[in-house]
């Protein structure tokens, strides 16, 4: 099996959120299996490369592309997959790829991937490889397809390939102001493009690829099934209505090597199963990082999250402030993004002095140490095509809460009290209301700390490793 795989975040190289776990996993997994993989990234200048060894691949040096009517140089370095003697190929462009983060607002985000997209061809070419399958991943990568079709269509050696691609968040398309689709070098490949789109004065990446790509894919068998209807389609459900036979989802898969409770560096102290008290002891470590006074038998809720409107955090403004008046109970929140939601943390951490951390920011040692440490973890998201921290808080025993849609509703059971099965709280509607009930249901269930501990037994008994779910990809690739 041949693979060519393209993403524009691969942790921990390149990473802004689940997509550069997801990518990195799933190489990972394929390169253990024997796959013939190629994986290609752009080589950011803020790429976490230090302690690497990367070095330029000789014959993949001083190229061009024509891009936006002239000739675009590149180059390509190469580094392993971290754990692997797996190599991935960086895309060398400074003209494109030198900029403060790895996403970039200068209004030349569709030449930085299509370069991406070009890049990727140009190089199985001299590789002399034909991959059977073209895995892309969002709409970084969606123009592909289109490419193969036009660009590239004279080279036989793409003849057997097909493409797949995988829509990790349809909130984000690649839209562009349609006078730029001269500059990506589609020549008459034009009229594949999305007619109406264009008429309306847009040129969409991720709409080529849904229309391009022999088969599609993301994250959740729920969230396939969520964007075929208007709630959760973006504008794009008609189209994916009409590509519902070549769309599927699978559930991503978690690195156990990084997060794992019995063998994690970053928290003070490693637990299992067999010894939950040690979860208690990062309790009282993390409070006191946090510097949050413990109390035994107070229950202590974390969240680790991208601050925007997907994450559902509107639902605290009115549930959370009245919970933390009545119960008692400490929530530590890490995360960072729109303002108003800093906001509210931080009103809401100088309301609840005692009570509150909002730690506005980045950090995977305190992620892991807040997995680690809280009693509940909170996931409230109005969508969330698969979500990483539910399966790591269940692996952590830390029970999640979580709205039923796409990948939380794939991967978490509502607990039942009276049968002891279930492995986390569930609530449906996206309304305050909803949340409080299953917050005051958490709280409940925590009293009883017998029962408690099987909740959380079941929790950390899950499975979501990529030895499950990477042979879903396998097939899916054989069928395709
Ligand atoms: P999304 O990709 O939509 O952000 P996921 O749940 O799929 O959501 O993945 C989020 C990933 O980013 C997880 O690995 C999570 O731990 C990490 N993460 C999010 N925010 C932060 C933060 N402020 N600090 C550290 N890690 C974070």
Redesign the pocket.
């Known amino acids: 099996m041949k693979v060519c795989l393209l993403s524009s975040e691969l942790?921990p190289f390149a990473?802004?959120?689940?997509?550069?776990?997801?990518v990195a996993g799933l190489a990972r997994f394929l390169a253990g299996q024997g796959v013939d993989l190629r994986v290609f990234l752009p080589f950011y200048s803020s790429a976490r490369l230090a302690g690497r060894t990367v070095v330029p691949v000789e014959f993949l040096q001083g190229l061009t592309t024509e891009l936006a009517g002239r000739a675009v140089r590149y180059g390509v370095h190469t580094t392993a997959l971290p754990g692997t003697a797996q190599p991935i190929y960086l895309v060398h462009c400074p003209a494109l790829y030198d900029r403060r983060g790895i996403y970039d607002d200068r209004g030349d985000e569709h030449l930085r991937f299509a370069l991406l997209c070009r890049a990727a061809i140009e190089c199985c070419q001299r590789m002399g490889f034909g991959p059977d399958v073209f895995h892309l991943n969002d709409w970084h990568t969606a123009l592909v397809p289109l490419y193969l079709r036009t660009a590239y269509g004279w080279d036989e050696l793409f003849a057997g390939s097909r493409t797949l691609l995988t829509i990790?968040?349809l909130g984000y398309q690649g839209i562009f102001p349609a006078r730029e689709v001269d500059a990506l070098g589609l020549g008459p490949a034009r009229a594949l493009l999305h007619q109406e789109d264009l008429a309306r004065g847009r040129l969409s990446f991720m709409t080529a690829g849904i229309l391009h790509a022999s088969h599609l894919s993301t994250?959740s068998p729920t969230h396939a099934r969520e964007i075929l209807t208007p709630n959760y389609g973006f504008g794009l459900d008609p189209l994916l209505r009409a590509r519902a036979d070549h769309l599927v989802g699978i559930v991503?898969g978690v690195d156990y090597g990084e997060w794992d409770p019995a063998a994690d560096e970053l928290i003070a102290h490693p637990y299992s199963t067999a010894d939950l008290e040690g979860k208690e002891w990062n309790k009282k470590a993390l409070l006191e990082e946090v510097g949050l006074p413990y109390e035994p038998g107070v229950p202590l809720f974390g969240v680790?999250?991208?601050?925007?409107a997907?994450?559902g955090f509107d639902l605290f403004y009115d549930a959370i402030p009245e919970l933390l008046a009545r119960r008692p109970a400490r929530l530590v929140v890490?995360?960072?993004?729109e303002q108003r939601y800093e906001e509210f943390f931080h009103a809401l951490g100088r309301a609840f002095p005692g009570k509150v951390r909002f730690?506005c920011?980045?950090?995977?040692p305190?992620?892991?140490r807040i997995?680690a440490g809280s009693d509940m973890f909170l996931?409230p998201?109005r969508f969330?095509?698969?979500?990483?921290?539910?399966?790591?808080s269940l692996r952590y025993g830390t029970v999640p809460i979580v709205r039923r849609t796409g990948?939380l509703a794939d991967t978490v059971e509502l607990y039942d009290s009276a049968a002891g099965t279930g492995t986390g709280f569930v609530f449906d509607n996206f309304d305050s209301q909803a949340l409080r009930w299953a917050l005051d249901y958490a709280l409940d269930s925590y009293a009883d700390r017998a029962k408690w501990n099987g909740l959380v037994r079941n929790a950390m008994a899950q499975d979501f490793s990529w030895e499950r779910q990477g042979p879903h990809y396998l097939d899916l690739y054989r069928r395709i």
């Open positions: 942790g990473k802004t959120g689940g997509l550069g776990d997801a990790h968040n994250v991503n680790v999250s991208r601050l925007t997907q994450k890490l995360g960072s993004g730690h920011g980045f950090s995977n305190l992620a892991h997995q996931v998201s969330e095509p698969c979500g990483l921290t539910q399966l790591y990948g």
